[in-house]
């Protein structure tokens, strides 16, 4: 199939799929083209599609592309769509979803260590959302078990990979109010420890002040966490 051809079937398939389009879908679909194709074919159609400027865009959602509203123009669009999906979640729920973000692999111990409260049906109503799943059980005392995000995760939240989890102040943004004092001073540490393993500069947090000595994080090995998969 052309290079134009390809494009203008995907921008079809893009506009019409409720989840994130991967190479391999589209292979399969369209039968006589590879997915190399059709990667290329979709990092071309983004950067024209994106160039247009218009409200909408092309973007890369946990291996897959997707059609999305600019944020902008976000609230518009929920404006007209007031519904509360299944995945919706209480302040709470949210704060024990990002300790596992960050923290991965963690256990309910942990989880509960930095929220001060039991969070047993915080996690089983994480497990039934399909926004985190069992990752096996930790090598200490109990043999507890351990807890990671999903590829279900990164499609609600618009993340491309783990990389792109929000910065702490950022965190607002998510839950819709803001976190706890205690939740915050908990987190500070498990972020910059992230952002130091992925080679980051420091962030900085709300009400701080930088100084002018802050110097960026040296490189580090890539992080060891576990890649996301679909709960099981």
């Not at 969070?119 to 005392?141: C, F, S, Y």
Request: charged content about 30%; proline content about 6%; glycine content about 6%.
């Amino acid at each position: 199939m052309e290079i134009e051809q390809l494009k203008k079937v995907l921008e079809s398939l893009l506009f019409v799929g409720e989840a994130p389009l991967t190479p391999k879908k589209a292979a399969s679909i369209l039968k006589d083209t590879t997915q190399e194709e059709v990667q290329k074919a979709l990092a071309d159609l983004q950067a024209e599609i994106n160039g247009l400027e218009r409200s909408f865009q092309v973007v890369q959602i946990a291996e897959g592309w997707q059609l999305v509203t600019r944020q902008e123009y976000h609230r518009y669009a929920k404006d007209l769509y007031k519904t509360i999906t299944k995945t919706r979640m209480s302040k709470a729920a949210m704060e024990a979803l990002a300790i596992i973000a960050y923290k991965q692999p963690a256990t309910r111990a942990e989880i509960e260590a930095i929220r001060g409260v039991e969070v047993g049906d915080m996690v089983q109503n994480l497990l039934e959302k399909r926004m985190i799943r069992i990752l096996g059980r930790a090598e200490t005392p109990g043999r507890p078990l351990l807890y990671g995000t999903t590829h279900e995760f990164l499609v609600h939240f618009g993340l491309k990979d783990l990389s792109d989890l929000p910065k702490v102040s950022e965190i607002q943004e998510l839950t819709g109010d803001k976190p706890s004092p205690e939740f915050l001073k908990e987190m500070e540490g498990e972020l910059r420890r992230r952002e130091s393993k992925l080679g980051l500069s420091p962030s900085v947090l709300d009400g701080e002040v930088p100084t002018a000595s802050a110097q960026p994080a040296e490189a580090a090995p890539a992080s060891s966490d576990p890649a996301p998969e679909s709960a099981p």
